[in-house]
Structures are given as C-alpha cells and as structure tokens.
C-alpha cells in the first residue's frame, strides 16, 4: 500500500499500478493463455526459479523466449510497436480523465467555498453599508422621546462628520481644522456642515441645554446634506469598493494644500 497520502503521491502511484497491470500482467496473463491453448491440454505451471542475482534486460528476453508457447513470443516482439501504442493512447485517455475530475473538483470545492461564505453573513450585513446602519440609528434616536438619546445623536453625527474629512483628505487636530482648510467649490455644503458643528459643540459644552425633537431632527438633516453631498450614507451596491466611492464626485479626492 502507498504511504504517500498526497494528491501527487496518489496520481503517481496510480500509473505505476496502471502500467503494472498493463505491460506485467495482461501480457503475463495471454502468453499463459496462448501457451495452454496450443499445447491442447492445461499443464500444471512449474515453480518459477529462485532468483538470488539481479535480472538483466537479456535475461528477461530469454525467459520470454524460453517459456511462451511456440511462436507467440514472435508474435508478441513484432506487435509491440502496437501494443506500446494502444498503451499510450489508454494511459493518456485515463490521465486526461484524471485531470480534468481533479480540476472539476477544484472548482466544486471553490463554488461551495464562495457560496458558505455568502450566507455566512447577516442579510442586512450583506445588503446594507455598514455606515448606512450607523447612519439609520442616528437618525432613529434623533426621533426618540429620550433628551439623551438625541444628544448621543447629534455628537455620533459629528464624529462620522470627521470621518468624512479624513476620507476627503483633509488634515488637523480638531475638526474645525480640517474644515478650515475646505475650498467651497470642492465643498458645497460646508456652510451646512459649519452650523451642524456648532450645535453640536453647543450640546456637548452645555449640559444642561435641551435638544427637542424638532431641533435635533434639524441639525441631523444638515449633516444629512452633507454626507449626501458625497455618497457617504445613500445605499450602494454591496460589492462596491468604499463609502460611496462609486458615487463620489471629482472634488471629493481634493487634497488641500499643507500648511
């Protein structure tokens, strides 16, 4: 038995049984045959000679000649050339064969690979951005009855507000920095995002102001505008490659200048 379990060990050990069978046993098998049908009479097989000293090639020939029935071995030399060649042609039949169902399993395999991972996800993982998720539950506690709850919004509001930037390329220590150095021909409503960010720093500075339903929904629908502006929260295609990076127009890869 082969102890070689790897695909490669196992593709070999199948031809050298292959060729076993083909050039050892088949010929073994009808120069017996021959040999008993032209004698007339089944003869019992006498031992085979002990070998105690390597066999040559001449040696073999010898034998063959010695032992077949009379002619067969004459038979046998002068349609080798034939026999070699059907040989072949079977052997490359059965590699081909061989080939093309290790390839097919491959592919199988990969198939059942891709379609686990498919279903490994959620479905609203799967069919909705992550930051459109993020963005529906701001947008949900902007609505809520609870004052808390509409503060946490407009602060995580702000925070994807400066996700943004750095998505856009701009650079600072504070979000007002970053939003300093926007040009508002790259920027259409940074004007929007200015008076979002006041707010917000009025809730966050101001513990004891109240955010009532009606202003918290305001001051979420500027930063609306704003993340519409660049695709940052509109549903996209799942297989797209970022945030809205198949929506993004020209001025949304501007890089302002270092200062």
Do not use: C
Not at 76 to 81: G, H
Not at 168 to 195: C, P
Not at 211 to 240: C, M, Q, T, W
């Amino acid at each position: 038995m082969p102890t070689d379990t790897t695909l490669p060990g196992a593709i070999g050990w199948t031809l050298w049984y292959a060729g076993e069978i083909a050039f050892k046993w088949v010929p073994g098998f009808a120069i017996s045959l021959m040999g008993s049908e032209s004698s007339g009479a089944v003869t019992p097989l006498s031992s085979p000679p002990t070998i105690t000293q390597p066999v040559s090639v001449t040696d073999v020939v010898h034998f063959l000649q010695a032992n077949s029935a009379p002619g067969v071995y004459e038979q046998i030399y002068q349609n080798w050339n034939i026999f070699v060649g059907i040989s072949m042609a079977l052997s490359f039949i059965f590699a081909a064969i061989l080939i093309y169902s290790v390839t097919r399993l491959f592919q199988l395999r990969q198939e059942e690979y891709k379609h686990f991972q498919a279903h490994a996800h959620s479905v609203a993982h799967h069919d909705v951005p992550k930051t459109r998720l993020r963005w529906d539950r701001i947008v949900e506690q902007a609505g809520s009855e609870s004052d808390q709850n509409r503060r946490l919004a407009i602060l995580e509001a702000d925070i994807m507000l400066g996700e943004l930037l750095d998505d856009l390329g701009y650079r600072g220590e504070t979000l007002a920095d970053k939003m300093r150095q926007v040009h508002k021909s790259d920027f259409n409503t940074i004007d929007q995002a200015w008076e979002a960010h006041r707010a917000r720093n009025t809730v966050a500075h101001t513990a004891d102001h109240h955010v009532s339903v009606h202003d918290a929904n305001r001051i979420i629908g500027l930063y609306d505008k704003v993340f519409r502006e660049f695709g940052f929260v509109e549903e996209v295609d799942p297989h797209a490659h970022a945030h809205g990076a198949a929506h993004t127009p020209a001025g949304a890869h501007h890089h302002p200048p270092s200062h």
